[in-house]
């Protein structure tokens, strides 16, 4: 049998994520001001910072991320001190 790299072999529900998401995306865009670019749903979300007047059109990047599996492999090592790098090395490599 061949092994498979998807997300739900790994235990991932995508189709539970996509769903989250629409559930909450109308509340959490009811908080954007305009300076918010594009919706509720990606890797990243955009923001006009263009009161930075020392850039061209300079757009900000941000992400956040669950810690996901970084628990479970933090007990089983019972190493608990890396989780909040790991996490923060997940959502800088995202953007």
């Given at each position: 049998m061949k092994a498979s790299n998807s997300y739900s072999a790994a235990g991932v529900d995508t189709e539970a994520g996509d769903k989250a998401v629409e559930l909450m995306k109308a509340a959490v865009s009811s908080t954007h001001g305009p300076d918010i670019l594009g919706g509720v749903g990606g890797f990243a979300g955009l923001m006009d910072v263009s009161f930075l007047k020392d850039f061209r059109r300079p757009?900000?990047?941000?992400?956040?991320?669950?810690?996901?599996?970084?628990?479970?492999?933090?007990?089983?090592?019972?190493?608990?001190?890396?989780?909040?790098?790991?996490?923060?090395g997940m959502v800088v490599d995202d953007i």
């Open positions: 757009i900000l990047a941000t992400a956040t991320d669950g810690v996901g599996t970084k628990v479970a492999i933090a007990q089983a090592l019972d190493i608990h001190h890396t989780i909040g790098h790991d996490l923060v």
